[in-house]
């Protein structure tokens, strides 16, 4: 009988892979853009920090750089996983691994964002 394989070819992984590096280096030009070029001249100081993030749309942009990053770095050491681990003991035990390092930094950076208050004068 001819294997037949899970069916998954990964061009999805593979291209959405490229699709969140490109729009990754767009939110890190304006979230760089935002942060230093913007407001009052000076340091970065946890003030302006906070000022920003009171704002929604800036939360909503911090959520989304999370957001990709995270996918990013997940993709990417998954492919790594797949290509260079070939015990499927250990592949598996690795894949569980990187599923709750990223759904703790997923939730752990949420919670940060969404609950920030600004409490400055």
Request: cysteine-free.
């Amino acid at each position: 009988m001819k294997y037949m394989g899970s069916g998954r070819t990964g061009a999805f992984e593979w291209f959405f892979q490229r699709v969140s590096g490109v729009a990754l280096v767009v939110i890190l030009g304006l979230h760089f853009t935002l942060l230093h070029y913007t407001g009052e001249p000076g340091p970065v100081t946890y003030e302006k920090v906070a000022y920003r993030l009171a704002n929604p749309y800036y939360k909503g942009l911090q959520l989304l750089f999370l957001v990709l990053a995270l996918y990013h770095a997940m993709t990417g050491i998954k492919l790594f996983l797949d290509d260079y681990v070939h015990n499927p003991g250990w592949r598996t035990f690795l894949t569980g691994a990187l599923w709750v390092a990223t759904l703790g930094f997923g939730l752990f950076g949420a919670v940060t964002v969404l609950t920030f208050t600004y409490q400055g004068a």
